[in-house]
Each structure stands twice: as C-alpha cells, then as structure tokens.
C-alpha cells in the first residue's frame, strides 16, 4: 500500500476533494501546514517598521491507497492542486507496510 | 404627584442602562468560563432571559412585585400590561415608568446568574422554561417580599440592591439546578478550562461597571446614598479582589487572574446589600471577608460533589449571604436608620437576626421552587443535553454553530480558514432561500 | 436663554458618550461577522468614519443640519466650524455645544452602518472618500429635513431618534454599494460563516447599551419621554430578539445566536422611530414583528443575487421602516401629540401616509445618492479590492496586519507563536528607525 | 453647606463609573498588544493597581491629595479613612464622598498606565509593590500639587482634566521603569506582534467612551464646561486617529489598525488637560498635531534603544506633554480665565511658560522617584522574570494560566480541545478538596 | 525501525497514550488534524440555510518504534481507539530508515 | 528522495531554517504538534487545583531531499535544533518513492 501526500494552496482543496472523490476514493486526511519556498511570503508593518511574514498557509493532504491506484490518485491531486503560479507545492509516494481500520482491525486493502 | 428630580431622573436612566449592560457582562464572564465548544450555549441562555424576562415583567411581573399587596406575600395584578402608568406620577422624584424600567433588569440579571451552575449540558428550550418560571414563582414575589411593601421589608431586614432578592435568590435556584442536572461528563477528573480568560476579564469588568448603577442606581437618586453606594462598591470589589488573590497565593502559590475576576465579582455581590449601610472602611473589611471566603467556598463542591459549574453558589449565594449578614456588624446608625447600628457600631443583635431571617428564607424558598421546577422539566421535557451532544460541543447540538473560525496560525492566514474547512464546502441546499427541513442533530 | 437644567445636561452629557460607544459597537459587532482574514478592514471602516465624519462636523455638517434654513432643503453654514457656540446658549436646558456634540455622535454611527454591506472587499481610502462625501450630501441634509427645521419634520412625519434620518438612510446607502461592488468571490455558494460569535454578541450587547443613550438621549432631557423612551427600547428589543429567533426555531429547526444578536439589533432599528410613541406592549408587539420580519428579510439577498454582506439592507432598511410604518398604527395621542394616534388606537389613516412619505423619500434619496457616489468612486480610483486580495485576505492588502496571532493550542503554548511564525522573523529592514520605502503588496 | 445639584451629582456618579471602566479598557488595549503567552500578566497588573491602589486611596490617597495642605507640597492625614466624610458636605454641589470616589478611579487607572512599558517580563509581586509605593510617593503628592492646593496649582499652571497629573506622570515612571527591566529578549531584532487586534481596538473604544467621563466629569459639574469638554474630546480624539494614520498611509504605504487605535489614545491623552480650555476648531488642531507626532514619537525608542514595551513613552508622555504646552498657544480666555489667552488667541508668553513648569516638573520628579524605587525592587527581590519565564511565557510562570485554549479549527470543533490537550489530562492531585503544595514553575 | 501513525477520535487520545505508556513506549508526536470518510459530519446553520461540514476533528498520533515492538503497539493503539463508532480511524506503519536524538546525536535504536 | 523529519523545540527553528538555507536547502514545510516525552509539562492551577499540562508544543519540519544530501541535511538540522536540555526532541528519515512539483507536473530530483 502507498501514502500520497500532497502540500497544496489552501484554495485548492476543494478540487482535490472533488478529483479524489470522482476517482472513488472516499476518504482522505488534512492538516494545517506552513511552507517556506521560492513563494516568498507578504510583508506585515508594526510601528513602521516593515517585517517579511515568510512562511505561507498549505494545506496537507493525506491519502491511503493501493499500489494500483496510487499513480492515478497523483495525477489527479496534481492536476486539481495547480494554478500554475509559484507556490503549488509539492505531492509524494511512500511505501506503506500495514493498514489497519480501527473500527473493525481490518488490515490491509481491506482497511482502505 | 411629587415633582420631577431631573438630575434623579437622569442617574436612574444612567443606571438601568447599566444594570442591563450586566447582563452580556455576564454572558461574557460565563462564556470564557466555559470550554470553547459551548460558549454559545452558555451565552444563548443570558441572552435568551433578557428576551424572555423582559416581556414577563411588562405583562406581569412588575404589577405583582411592586402593584399592590396581599398580606405581605405577593402584589396584584393592578398594573399588568405596565397600562395606565404613562403619566402616572413620579415617585420619589422619577417617573414610575423609569422605576419599573430600572426594576425591569434586575429581574433579567437575576435569572441570567442561575445559568452559571448548567453550564456546558443544558438544553436551550427547557432553560427558557425554567427561566419563565422561576421568575414568576420565585423572583417577583421575593422582589415583593424585599423591597415591594411584602413581609421581609417589613420585618426590617435591609437589603439595599439585593444580596437576598438577587444573590441569594439565584445561588440558590443554581445549587437546585447543578443537583437536578448532574455532573458533568468527567467531572471532577478533568480540568474545565476556561478558554478564554480575557473574555472572562472583559465580562467581570462589564458587571463592575454596570454594578454602579446596580448599587448607587438602587438610591432611586442621585444623592449622598448613592454617593457612598458608588464609593463603596469601588472598594470593597477591590478589596476582594485582593482577598481572593491572596488566598491563592499562599495555598496555590500564585494568583490567578481567574481568581482575580471571581474576586471581583464575590465583592461586588457581597457589598450589594450593604452598600448604603456602611463607611468606605467597613466596606473595605466586608469585600476582603468576601473574597477570601468565596476563595474558600469554590473547593465545597469538590468536598460535596456537586457539579456547579461556574461557580454560583460560592459566589453568589455564599457572597449574597456574607453580605447580608455583614451588615448586622458594619451598618452605621447615621445610614442604616436608627436602631440600626451593628454589632461592631454599637448596635445590638437584633439586626444580625433579621438579617439571618432574610436569608434563610430565600434561600430556603428559592431552592425548594427551583428543585421542583427543574425537576418536573427533567422528568418531562428533559433538560439535560444527550451525552453526544454534550461531549462533541453543545453550541453544534442545540444553536447549529461553531463559536470561532480561526485558524492555527491566526487572522487571514490560517490554512484551514483559507480552505473553508469548519466553514465547510457546499451548503447542502442552495441558498437561494432558506430551507425548511429540520436540521440534523 | 432658558436656564440650564443640570439634570437634562447630565443625562444628555451621558447620552453622547453611549452613543459613541455604538461604533466601536457596530464594528465589534461586523467585525465578528466576517472571516478572519477581513476583520480589522471591517473595522477600520468604522474607526475611519469615527474619526473622518467627526471633522466634518464641526466644519459644516452641524451647520447644515441645525443652523438656518434653506427653503426646507438645507440648513446654511452660519454656525460653520460651530464658532460662536461656546456661549451661545441652552436650547431646552441643555447647552447648544452640547446637543452639536450629541448629534455628531448620530452622524458617525449613520455612516458606519453602511460598511456592513461591503465588508471583506472595500479599499480603504476609496471608503473614506465616500464616507465624506455621503455625509456631506445625504447625510447632513436628511438629518435637516427630518430634525432641523427642513420639509419632513414639518409635514408632521414622527421620527424620535432616526427611523428614517438614521437607518431607512444607512440601509438604502448599503444597498447601493453593494450592488456598485458587486458579490464576493464564492458567494452565495460559499457560506460566509463569522469568525467569531462571541464577538458579535458582545458588539451587539454594546449596541443595545449605546441605544438607550441614542433613543431616550433624544428626549433632550431627564424626563418621561426619556422614560418612556427607555423602557420602550429594553422590551421591543427583548421581543425582537425572540421573534427572531422563534422564526429559526420554526424554520431551521434550532434558534442561533447570530439570530438572538441580529434579532437584537432588528428591535433596536425598529423601535428607534417609535420609542416615545408608544406604550409598552405597543413597543413589545413592534419588536415582534421587527424581529420575525427581519429574520424572513435575510432570504431576500439569495433571491435578488445581491451580496450584503452582513444584511444591512435586512436588519436596517427593513427594520426602518417596519418602525416607521408602525408609528401609524400604534403611536397613543397622549404621547406622540394631538391628532398623531396610530390607526389601532383610534387616529385615521392619515398619520400612516405621511410616514410613508418620509420612508420613501429618504430611501428614494440615499440610495440614488450614494449609488453615484459608490459608482464614480469605483469607475474613477477603483472601490473594490482586487480579487487576489480578497480572496488572501483584505487586512493584509489593506492594513499590512492580521487580526490574531494565536495557536492552535492556546496562549502562550502553540508552537507556532513561540516560534515566531506568522510573527516572521527577521525584519526587512532594522527597526533602528522607522522604514521608508512603501510596502509591498 | 452648598445644596446638593441632583444634576451635577447625577453626571459626577456616571463619570466616574466611566473612569473606573477605563482601566479594564487599558487592560485589553495593553493585553492584545502582548504576545498571547503574556496577556494575562499584562491584564493582572491592571487588576493589581484597581485592587490595590482604591484601598490606599480611602487609607490616606485622598487626604494627602485633597486635604489640608503643607507648604504647597502635600496634603496631610486629617481625612485618612475618608473618616468623617459621610455627611460632610458638598463641594460644588456634588458630596464630598463622590468627589473622593471620583478621584480614586484617576489614581487607579495612573498607576495601571506604567505598566504597558514592562509588557511580558514583569513578576506581578515586586509590580504591586512599586505599584504600592509609586503610588504613595509620587501620584498622591503630586495630584496635591496639581488639584489639590499644591504649588503647580497656585502658580497658575492649567491642566484641566491630566496632562500633568495623570499622563506626563504615568509616561516619566514608564521610562524609568523601562530603562530599570531592561529590553526583552529577541528585542529589537524580533517583531512583537500584537496577539489580537480586534481587542486593541475594543480597549481603545472603552478608554474613548470612559474618557468622557474623566474629561467632561472633571467639570465637576453638568455645566458648559463639561459640554465643551465633551465635544473637545471627541474631535480632537477623532482628529488624532486621522493624524496617525496618515503619518502612516505616507510613511509605510498603509494605514494599520493599530495606528489607530494608538492615534485615538493619543488624541485622549493630549486633550486632556485643554479640553475645557479650547474652541472645537483649537481641540482637532490639537488632535491633529498630537496623532501625528505621536506616531513618530514611536521611532524614539527603536533609536535610543530602550524597550518601551507597548508605547507608553510615546504616547503618553509625549502626548501629556504636547497637550500640556499647546495650551499656551490654543487656550481661549473666555473659557481658560481672564489673562490666560493661547498665544495664538492674542495672549502672551507667560502661560507657555507656566506650562512648561509644570511639565518639566512632573516629569523630572516622576522619573526620579520611579527610577530610584524600581532600582531598589529589581536589586532586592528582583522585579524581572527569569528569561526562561519570559520565553515560555510569563502567564504561566507567575499565574499558573495560560489565556486561551482554543484549537486550530474554531469552536467545539477543534481536536486538541475535544482531546483535552492543553487542557491536561488527569489532574496532579485529585481536586476533591484545593491542594495546599506549591505550584513548580 | 518503524513508525507507527495512527488517525484516531480525540476523545480516545487518553486512552492510547495510556496503552502506550503500558507497552513502555515513552514519547509520541500528537497533532491535530481532520478527517473525512465515510463518517458524515454535521450540518449547521448560517442565516436560514443549512451548511455541511464535512471534515471532522481527529488526532493524529505519531511513534517511532524498533521492529520487535511494532506489531504491539498497532494492536495497543487499534484496541485502545476503538469505540466501535464509524469514523474510528486508521493507523498504518512505515519503514524508516534512521532516527536520531537531537540532544544527544544517539542514533538508530538508542535514539527511540 | 528521503523525507527528513524533525520535531523540534519551537525556538530552534529560526536556527533549523537558517542551517537549511546554508546547504541550499530552498523548501521545507512545517506544522504544529504537541510532544510527550521525557521532558514533563508544567503545572496549572485551577481553581485551588493543579494540573499537569503533558503535551509540549513542538514545530514538525519536513524537509524532501535527494539521497546524497540526506546525511548533510540529518546533521545540519540536528546541529542547529540542539540545545542539550530534555525535549530537543528527534530527527527521523524516510524513503520517498516519488515527487512531483505541483506547479509544473516534474517529477523525481526536478521536483524538489
Ligand atoms: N524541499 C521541500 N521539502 C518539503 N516541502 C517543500 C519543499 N520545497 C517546497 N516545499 C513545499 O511546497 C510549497 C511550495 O513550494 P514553492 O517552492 O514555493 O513553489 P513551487 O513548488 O511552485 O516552486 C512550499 O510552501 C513548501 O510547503
Ligand atoms: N484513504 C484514507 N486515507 C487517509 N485517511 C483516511 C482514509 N480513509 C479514512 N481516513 C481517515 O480515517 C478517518 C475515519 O474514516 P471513516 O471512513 O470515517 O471511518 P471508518 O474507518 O470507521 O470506516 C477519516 O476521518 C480520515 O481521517
Ligand atoms: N517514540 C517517539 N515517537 C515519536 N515522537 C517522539 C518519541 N519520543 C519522543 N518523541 C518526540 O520528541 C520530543 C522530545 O522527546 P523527549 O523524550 O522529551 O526528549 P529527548 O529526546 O531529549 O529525550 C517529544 O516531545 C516528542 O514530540
């Protein structure tokens, strides 16, 4: 089994959500994140004096999947997540070697 | 008809403005107070009595407290509606229709105070049930009792702006209600936080400074007694606020500003009954007593295992009691009345003992009617929340809302608010008009 | 020169002060309404007006309103810089720099209201710009026609404390901008969900507050229209606030505290025309119907497609003229003068059609006007924000702030405001002394 | 014995409930400026001074300040207690013990201004301590010099409501006590970004509503006098807020809402002691003069390198001090006494000089005093937190509290609130009765 | 050596730290996060219309752990999170191929 | 690709940052969580009771690099997040099968 991560605009969750849910993925994962990159952040002023806020808003998102899927699921996440502009962020694989659903303790594709 | 004071007439606006400012002041102290999942509920329950309340008072509520008398117990229904008093007549110097306004939110106040001992469980309907009945069978006739020409007046006992009539009278409908609903969901293991501590700051200064008029409003003019009821009110807050602070301070090791902001709130409802009664000094030693005691009083429902969540008994009515009987010891001749000294001026015990006969019979009235009201509610309607409901937030369950929509990493850029998540994506039906199916719990 | 009466001045010294308290309660109130991104933008707009419409005046817009007239129209501009004033006199007991100071507190708020319709989009400066401009040309001669001697007030139109001077006149202004800015990025699909209800309620509690300084401040003195005023404020309000929230309950299934707080400001709205009119349960069946109505007025924006934001249109030109209108019905001869009783108590319908006539003409007039004014404004320096700026958040784009700098796990705790994130790192430049170049957008 | 005036006393109890509000109000405008891991230290000390300085008032504030008088110097001890001053009389229309309750809310809010200076690193015990003694040395005494018959007084010096008394007084011991703490750490290389915006502007808007009753109120009447202070104080505060954000819409490219919240207390600070003294034209032109040069009064700190945390150098003493001398050339002779015309009003030299007496004496006395006691705390018990304190947070470090316990997705929401993190999990000891350890830090 | 990360309901959060703490296992990495799955959130009301939330809260919890005790920990963490309830959650482990203590530099397994 | 992680003390990530951009080093994200470990919490009092808070805020810092700079990357952040105290918390590394730069669809070492 695989773990798709993506980093995304805030923005652009709502289509991932949608691109993964027509792929018949039905459940996902997110959380609040701060990236640093050739994005450069916005200044703030305080007491006139300016300072750069360098870190930007993202989002993660987090996908368990099986290896059949798991190029189709980057894909999509790719095409939803892009602007095109600078800080579209990044979306990786890593090797999963158990999954369980609590509910039930399936393991493996079954607890997808 | 006795002519119009205007400069009277002008502190009694002043001062109704104030007294119903308490109530939000409240609404704010209690929703810091509670966790940040049922703020709204907590907030909902004191805006829901001044909506209620209010209308109860001008259909009958004021005629029964202050219209008339039948043998010492309740007034009639002579002045229903508030019809007929447009011109009535001026009262001591105001116009009447000003002294049922002023009157008005002290009723509205004093039902808020119980909700503090519910908080985080109850549901909102049967909440305003209780309120409409507990304020017809307890609240406007124990307003007549005290100050409407009803038995307690009469006997003597002093209640300036209302330690029995107000802070009693709630503590102990909260004592009823905290039994009637029971503990919360882990209580006491867990902490119960309060999550916003400025908020509580912020309403603990909104009741000091509505308390004003609450107290010096209670003279009815702006005279020498509201004059020392401002001054005292000032300094025996202040004195509590030190005298809960230093309590924590030697047993906790440091003071809390939650301490700080009960304190305050345990002095203002310890010299309520006394301020016109004392000098600054007396109110003074009364406000450190309170403080201190009220400190104290928090850890009873740990010994007795009562879930009153926000603390009401150990303020209000613990507070209320200190100060009526204080007043048995402190109040000075020249402006409690003749024969009215205290104990400590001179006076004899006879002022202790109506005082403690105030007491106790509020307090005794007001819980057996609160328990009886709280119980038929539970046992019908039911007036506690579902457990779901109360662990996943009583805001979501009983108002459909969420309190905040920040975000980890503050205004405008939290990655969650910029999603729209908690905001959520779609709405279920387009907005173009309201819906009309029930929500989904 | 009339005596001055000390207790008028007292209650009229008060009243300016309360009714100052109303905008920083107004943008409490909006500002806890949008999302956390367009806070302190909100806000601005109020604080801005605060200070922008408070200049202007003294230099011409207590003139205009107060002092002369021009066949109905206009006042002129011999009282321009209030000059000559400090001695001038004491209209009805209270000094004449004094009722000036009063009004200008009422020209501020009448500016603020309209914000609401534009929040989360408008530029900054272009506000300003009409801010001075819709005062000077809608304001201050409205404020004329109704209360300085101008062509409503004398046509026997009943206004106490501005049905129509004040909130028919903010209400149509916002609909104009609203529809001259156009609909937020994501709405009406988006739900636009306040970023902090408890917020609201407490801009709403300082309203409510405020107001009795606004409406029984009008009676110019310490009197029992002020009386009168006064409780009518309290119990139409309480009634709004549950006939909103009756209307959710029914519909939506569960009432909401942005009801309870909207239904608040509805009751105000409403009986702020009427407030010396009527009697008690008049001013009770008012706030019932001001608040069901604006409850059900909310829907219209879906219906039209027209995006205010924070239902100005809803809650102030609706509830406007509910009260106004109402006057018709319900005003008592006793108290609203000879020949004014309202249709339920006797009068004819002729008191119900001027008042409609003032409704009309005040809307007719605002909305024209400041449709103008917001469209020059936004064909020539642009109004509306840029798309990217909303859609990252307005306070950054305007103000180069933002609003919160919490953490997910409370004071003092998060990880991200000990690591300074959000609160950056380094500076641009060394604070050593204040930078120069502009700031990037 | 003058007979009581019902309207002045009326106007005396609002104002100085108005004043007792204000300190609150700077609790939030100094709270959110902090870090969120410091408001509640930053509050408490605000709390402090109420608690503590009203007690020291009614011991002997009052008498030193307002009773008897030695050498032009102090007051003495004839009405420590305020003993004896129940019945005695009524100044100007007004009981005795309203004036003495008035004036205590001056002391109190005076000593909680100094403490913005020390934001995030001050230990609450050796504050309430210099608190105690800054009070007792300095404001009393001085207070006697300014109002109570002392030489600044008697020399001619005008100062209606505070420049010197309050402001420059409160601004010099600030300085002091910045200079004895010394900077915080990561200052001036890190951005202190304020916490929560929307409650610095709610701070600023109660400190603006409860001023009119510390300006206007300081008439001591409801006259002309507190009429024309009362609308001097709404321009010229209005005016300030525009001064302040234009400095910086031209310098930086933006207007910040901070700007204007601090353009508004600057405005406050420097009309203060004029505002009975000029026309309405005179107060904006005040206003205007003191926001502007207040906002670059700012920079000083960045390049003479001391950390005057949240501005009280800047904004307060600067803004005491320009109020202060523009009366020399704004004053009015028909409102400010026979030969006391601005010079621009075609008076002379001589009352610019008289005021920069009084300033320059003020301040050099305050900062002394300040210095030499602060000097004395931090060499003997240690007025300053560990850094480890500082850097993890005083709140928790002194009060054993943090201030929030919100979660990153909002209200009832959030999974840290619904896990209980932050909020901890099992208490240390079971709560059945308060446990009597000390807290480790 | 693994890490073990599971996504679980707040309110189990106590349970599993005591289930661990039972195991031994001394530290863990919580953070909030929010879930979507076949668990449906709940609706509220804005202005008379109804909105769907429809990511819920949940607590991700992260342990690092050698190979030995691996499979216990999952079987802790599962039994101790589990209510039964949809919405219960998944844990799933990966591989990871170096830890280090950062106050000591310790590496591999005298890190955990 | 590896996947470094570290969770550090708050304070260190100024430094952390600082000692990536050194190794040119251009991207990282970073997240909130909460610790439990060694290092104990600190009191509160409520109420006339204590409390122990468990949880320490700790700052995530993922870092996506190519396997060369890996150990470089290890050693910099471990360097520079360390205070010597308890609770300077850990430094973990993963294998990433693949990565895509969402802005332009490039996959693998053009991605990062
Ligand atoms: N090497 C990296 N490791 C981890 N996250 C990264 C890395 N590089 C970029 N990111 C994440 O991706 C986001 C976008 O990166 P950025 O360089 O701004 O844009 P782009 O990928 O479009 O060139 C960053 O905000 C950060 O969260
Ligand atoms: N494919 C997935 N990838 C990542 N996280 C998932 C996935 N499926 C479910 N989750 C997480 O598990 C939680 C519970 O899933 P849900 O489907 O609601 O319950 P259950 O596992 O009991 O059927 C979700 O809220 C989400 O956080
Ligand atoms: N086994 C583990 N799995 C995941 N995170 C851990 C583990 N052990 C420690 N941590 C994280 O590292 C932080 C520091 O750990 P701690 O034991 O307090 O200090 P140290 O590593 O210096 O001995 C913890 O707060 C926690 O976030």
Same mark, same amino acid.
């Given at each position: 089994m695989k773990l798709v991560t993506a980093v995304i605009k805030p923005h652009q969750l709502d289509a991932v959500k949608e691109a993964l849910h027509t792929l018949g993925v039905a459940g996902l994962t997110v959380s609040e994140v701060q990236g640093y990159g050739r994005q450069k952040g916005h200044t703030e002023v305080y007491r006139g004096a300016e300072y750069t806020v360098e870190f930007l808003p993202k989002i993660r998102v987090e996908v368990l999947t099986d290896e059949i899927d798991v190029e189709k699921i980057v894909d999509a996440v790719v095409a939803a997540a892009r602007t095109g502009k600078i800080g579209d962020g990044k979306v990786w694989v890593t090797a999963v070697e158990e999954v369980v #659903?609590? #509910?039930? =303790?399936e393991r493996g594709l079954d607890a997808l | 008809m006795p002519e119009l004071d205007s400069g009277a007439t002008a502190w009694i606006l002043t001062s109704a403005a104030l007294v119903l400012l308490m109530t939000p002041g409240l609404a704010l102290f209690y929703g810091g107070m509670t966790r940040s999942k049922s703020v709204l509920n907590m907030m909902m329950m004191s805006f829901g009595a001044i909506g209620l309340v209010s209308l109860l008072w001008v259909f009958y509520g004021y005629s029964i407290a202050f219209s008339g008398d039948i043998g010492g117990i309740t007034g009639d229904l002579s002045a229903a509606g508030l019809r007929g008093m447009l011109e009535s007549g001026t009262e001591g110097g105001i116009p009447d229709l000003l002294f049922a306004g002023f009157q008005l939110m002290f009723a509205v106040i004093t039902v808020a105070l119980i909700s503090g001992a519910i908080a985080? #469980? @109850? #549901?909102f309907g049967p909440w305003l049930l209780f309120a409409g009945l507990w304020a017809t069978l307890v609240y406007f006739p124990v307003a007549h009792w005290v100050w409407g020409g009803g038995w307690i007046g009469e006997l003597g006992v002093l209640d300036f702006a209302g330690g029995t009539a107000v802070h009693i009278n709630a503590g102990a409908a909260a004592l009823a209600l905290a039994l009637v609903l029971g503990r919360r969901v882990g209580w006491p293991k867990d902490k119960f936080k309060p999550h916003n501590l400025p908020m509580v700051l912020l309403g603990a200064a909104l009741l000091w400074f509505g308390w004003f008029g609450f107290n010096a409003g209670s003279a009815g003019a702006a005279d020498g007694a509201a004059a020392v009821s401002l001054i005292n009110t000032q300094v025996a807050t202040a004195a509590a606020v030190l005298g809960w602070i230093v309590v924590e301070w030697l047993r906790d090791g440091k003071p809390t500003t939650l301490g700080a902001a009960s304190g305050a709130i345990a002095g203002l409802v310890g010299i309520t009954p006394a301020c016109a009664f004392l000098e600054p000094l007396g109110a003074i030693a009364l406000g450190l007593i309170a403080g201190a005691i009220c400190a104290l009083a928090v850890g009873l429902k740990y010994k007795l295992k009562y879930d009153d969540s926000l603390d009401v008994v150990a303020v209000h009515m613990v507070g209320g009691i200190i100060g009526s009987l204080l007043i048995g010891f402190l109040a000075i001749e020249v402006l409690? =009345?003749? =024969?009215? @000294? =205290?104990l400590l001026y001179g006076g004899g015990i006879k002022l202790l003992g109506l005082q403690a006969v105030g007491v106790i019979a509020v307090l005794v009235y007001s819980f057996v009617v609160a328990y009886i009201i709280g119980f038929a509610i539970e046992k019908t309607i039911g007036f506690r929340a579902s457990t779901e409901a109360e662990v996943e937030g009583i805001d979501n369950a009983e108002h459909a809302e969420s309190a905040y929509e920040f975000s980890s990493t503050g205004g405008g850029g939290g990655a969650f608010a910029a999603a729209g998540i908690g905001t959520s994506a779609a709405p279920k039906t387009e907005p173009t008009e309201p819906v009309s199916e029930k929500v989904a719990g």
């Open positions: #659903r609590v #509910r039930t =303790g | 985080d #469980r @109850a #549901r409690s =009345g003749e =024969g009215n @000294a =205290g």
